[in-house]
């Protein structure tokens, strides 16, 4: 267990029903994310990476294998190594096909609130908020609600709000299914911004092939399994 390596996923597999309705929705999915690392992860629907990524994000365990994050068995098999909840909060950011920004709190409250949660004063939570909203170009929106918002401005506060806490691991799930190409495109190289400069492993999974060429590395998954893909792009 290398602490180079922001996340760890080792043969991870997921395992639903058993006999005839045994169905084996992941097979001994391994990859390595270095700090720092922006990583793409394609596949059909139904190839299992939804399953992985709630794995890796301590959601919905494996049947077996283990999960590290940051050098530190978090997972083995279904078997938790630490407080799951606490540790989430404290090291692993979400980005969702959806901003799911909550619709009566403002951009800058929507950010505020995942401070709070973790034990921030309201003062040094609304300071911090209104920084990553600078960072990601909206602090102009901060009074803003949701509704007042574009797709593309909502992902940004979504994603203020998964950098909020400063986590190593970021994981997206179709983070730009729902934006037109150029705002796409400059989600996509948020992450990579993101990844590169605070020093976090992150992984997105898509069917968005129009930005790969921002992605440090590329992964594809069929029927449950990761293989590095034909078009990925090697790490510095």
Known sequence: MNNDFA?????????????????VAMR???????????????????????????????INPPTSGQVVIGGRLVLDGPHARTNLSKFRRQHMGFIF???????????????????????????????????????LGVADRARNYPSMLSGGQQQRVA?????????????????TAALDSHRGRQVMELFAKVAHENGAGVIVVTHDQRALDVFDTIYEMEDGVIRPSQAAVPAE
């Not at 001994?28 to 994000?57: D, I, Q, Y």
């Not at 951009?107 to 990553?132: D, F, H």
């Not at 994603?159 to 983070?175: C, F, G, T, Y």
Request: hydrophobic share 40%.
């Open 97 to 135: 096909q959806k901003s799911n920004l909550i619709p009566f709190l403002n951009a800058c409250e929507n950010v505020q609130i995942a401070l709070q949660l973790n034990g921030r004063t309201r003062s040094v939570a609304r300071r911090r908020a209104m920084e990553l909203l600078d960072y």
């Open 159 to 175: 994603v203020a709000r998964a950098l909020a806490n400063q986590p190593s691991v970021i994981l997206a799930d179709e983070p």
């Open 28 to 58: 001994e999915a391994s990859m390595r994310v270095r700090r720092g690392e922006v990583v793409a992860l394609l596949g059909p629907s139904g190839s299992g990476k939804s399953t992985f990524l709630t794995a890796v994000g301590l």
């Open 7 to 23: 996340i760890e996923t080792v043969k991870l597999t997921k395992v639903y029903g058993s006999g005839n309705t045994e169905v």
